[in-house]
């Protein structure tokens, strides 16, 4: 007799609606939280003690791995980049293709990347391991808002910080990138600053800090809404961590389309 719910296809069609389910459910838990947030930071409902505490987070815990990144990277391009200038003639062109391609770009994300990978997970670790110990229920209880204590500054955190680990991760890039361009191509340091500030405007930067700003927020309320909606075990709260790193990963590239389409299209 033919069963239906034992076949490839229905059992492939399970779980491409499991997927989706899992998709949708996710997406309404982010918005969710996100009204939450607005509507307690409207209501000027924060605890600036926590916020002092999670832009540690931010802004020193996470820096040397974006440092570190930021750095080989664009030590790496650079170390393709100049001989190839310098052979068809525009070595002079090196900084300002190094600083259009580091402000715009390689900076932020890679900035972005290290965050996730370091405090985003971090984030929706602690808060899923707090949720499946019943600690969210035990803050109810005692009349402590979860979303204000846990959400609100994390969220805060990420906006007012990711930029600042912007700003450092990109200068110490460029000084990456023109150290090695002296080296490999035999380019001065005067003529590759020069060249820099050519190719470089005032509006990049003020766009690549504002798109800096939106990563950090995205990435705190990603994180932390996928923690706080984790119910279970163990088990749960390492999903609920690599569901954190890869929705931040996914929104990371959406919101980068984002600005390149609205501000450079």
């Not at 916020?51 to 820096?63: G, I, P, R, T």
């Not at 310098?86 to 900035?111: C, F, N």
């Not at 991760?169 to 340091?189: E, I, N, Q, T």
């Not at 927020?217 to 709260?237: D, F, N, W």
Request: with cysteine; charged share 15%; glycine share 8%.
């Amino acid at each position: 007799m033919f069963e239906l719910n034992k076949t490839l296809t229905y059992q492939g069609f399970l779980l491409f609606w499991k997927q989706i389910k899992d998709f949708l459910v996710t997406l309404g838990n982010i918005g969710c939280d996100f009204s939450s947030v607005l509507a307690r930071l409207l209501r000027l409902n924060i605890n600036y003690k926590e916020v002092v505490e999670q832009s540690k987070k931010f802004a020193y815990d996470s820096l040397p791995i974006s440092l570190t990144i930021v750095g080989m990277t664009a030590a790496i391009i650079a170390m393709q980049l100049a001989p190839e200038l310098a052979k068809q003639g525009g070595a002079d062109y090196t900084g300002m293709l190094s600083a259009l391609v580091m402000v715009r770009e390689l900076a932020v994300v890679m900035s972005g990347f290290a965050i996730i990978s370091m405090v985003g997970s971090s984030f929706a670790s602690e808060i899923a391991s707090m949720s499946v110990t019943e600690q969210i229920n035990a803050m109810k209880v005692l009349k402590v808002d979860p979303i204000s204590y846990l959400i609100v500054p994390r969220f805060l955190a990420g906006i007012l910080f990711m930029p600042v680990v912007f700003i450092v991760s990109a200068f110490f890039g460029l000084v990456c990138a023109g150290l090695v361009s002296h080296y490999c191509a035999d380019l001065s340091l005067l003529n590759y600053v020069t060249s820099m500030w050519h190719g470089l405007y005032v509006r990049d930067i003020f766009i690549a800090i504002l798109k800096s700003s939106v990563f950090g927020g995205t990435i705190a309320l990603i994180s932390c809404s996928c923690g706080y909606a984790t119910r279970g075990g163990a088990k749960e709260v390492g999903l609920a961590t690599t569901k954190a790193v890869v929705w931040s990963f996914l929104a990371i590239a959406m919101w980068d389309f984002i600005f390149a389409a609205i501000f450079y299209l």
